[in-house]
């Protein structure tokens, strides 16, 4: 379904760290953090060992802690909503909007109670979510914003970059991100207190001249390797090439999808948005065919496909700690019905992209006529 792009520069990289003896904390990352910092438009960015990692130390940065509620979205990955849990926190959902998929900025401003101290905005499959009601809300508010930016590296909202609008922001490098470093994230901020925080909270709490016995807070082993900073390193590098391949790959399948709007929704973005596509989602638009019979049949014709995303708060986990149930978050539960992640990477042939499509397609008519 994802492959990543790597390419001679990842290879000759990693070869340098490996011959240099500097496996953390090296030189590759200080360069990986300032080139990724530069192209997001930050002051700052902190490598971390996965996505995760940083959105945990981005709460504890805000001051998020128990008795606190965070907003957030249930149509997301599950990290986004653990993060608020890792610092004791709540996490409020607020519906999705059914075309972007991401937070309903009017639901929002329903979910906000005493408790609230910030919103977690998730800028879902490679779009930003509808930042200015939602800026316009905190504001207000006196809410926080920190944004999981983990799928939507490169993407703007009226030509600013996902990850410059909260006081910080996460990306994400897992192998199936619009950049990798094996596993790994980076937190970005404009806010030199943060950063240092960010610096400290990583390697253990240290102090922050690196003095190796000194420890004044709690920390975590939340470093990235070196090796894994190389790539992160190259990467950054050829990032605007990256993004731009995947959005040729997005426009094969949308050429080839778009006429059959009657059967599926293609995505869609709102002109002031660019997308980045870190995955390519599409929905089934009568809700009476069987989404995962689809994937079935589609994975008998040699194509491997997704049900994308699950809705956070009926993972029994959630379910079972704060009562949720089926109908609480209705557009979510819809989507997460009805939505498939098709093959998508780099290297993705238009051959590949027809096949696929008509396949789909072929599949889902053969499904309309029995409903
Ligand atoms: C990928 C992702 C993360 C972080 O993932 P890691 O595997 O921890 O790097 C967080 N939130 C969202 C929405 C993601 O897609």
Redesign the pocket.
């Known amino acids: 379904m994802a492959r990543p792009h790597i390419a001679a520069r990842e290879k000759k990289y990693t070869l340098e760290v490996l011959n240099s003896g500097v496996l953390s904390l090296g030189k590759k990352q200080e360069l990986f953090e300032k080139k990724f910092a530069k192209f997001v438009g930050t002051k700052y960015a902190c490598a971390v060992s ?4 940083g ?1 945990h130390l981005a709460m504890i940065a805000s001051g998020i802690g128990p008795g606190d509620e965070v907003i957030t979205t249930p149509f ?2 599950v ?2 909503a653990n993060a608020i849990l890792y610092v004791g926190a709540k996490p409020v959902f607020a519906d999705i909007d059914p075309l972007t998929y991401n937070i309903d900025p009017k639901k929002i401003e329903c979910a906000i109670t005493g408790k609230t101290k910030a919103i977690l905005v ?1 800028h ?1 499959f490679g779009q930003p979510a509808e930042m200015d009601p939602i800026l316009k809300i905190a504001q207000k508010h006196h809410l926080k914003i920190i944004e ?1 930016a ?2 939507s590296l490169g993407a703007t909202y009226k030509g600013r970059m996902a990850g410059a609008f909260g006081e910080s922001a ?1 990306f ?3 192998a199936n ?1 619009q950049m990798t470093t094996g ?3 980076i937190i970005v901020t404009n806010n030199k207190k943060y950063h240092d925080l960010f610096l400290s909270l990583r390697n253990q709490g240290r102090g922050s001249n690196m003095q190796w016995l000194d420890h004044n807070r709690l920390g975590y082993n939340y470093r990235m390797n070196e090796l894994s900073a190389a790539v992160g390193l190259a990467q950054v590098e050829r990032l605007n090439w990256l993004i731009k391949d995947r959005q040729l790959v997005a426009g094969l399948y949308n050429n080839f999808l778009a006429p059959h709007g009657e059967l599926i929704q293609v995505p869609e973005a709102p002109p002031h948005n660019t997308h980045t596509w ?1 995955v390519y989602v599409i929905r089934i638009k009568n809700p009476d065919i069987s989404r995962d019979k689809i994937i079935l049949e589609l994975q008998k014709g040699g194509i491997s496909t997704k049900p994308y995303f699950p809705s956070i708060h009926l993972f029994s986990f959630y379910k079972d700690r704060f009562g949720f149930k089926p109908g609480d978050f209705p557009v979510s539960e819809a989507v997460s019905n009805s939505t498939i992640a098709l093959p998508f990477y780099i290297g993705l042939k238009k051959e590949d992209v027809k096949y696929i499509s008509n396949k789909l397609i072929e599949i889902i008519k053969k499904h309309a006529k029995r409903v």
């Open positions: 996965s996505g995760t990692a959105l997301s990955f990290a986004s998730v879902i999981d983990c799928e996460v994400a490098f897992y991100k596993e790994g994230g870190q």
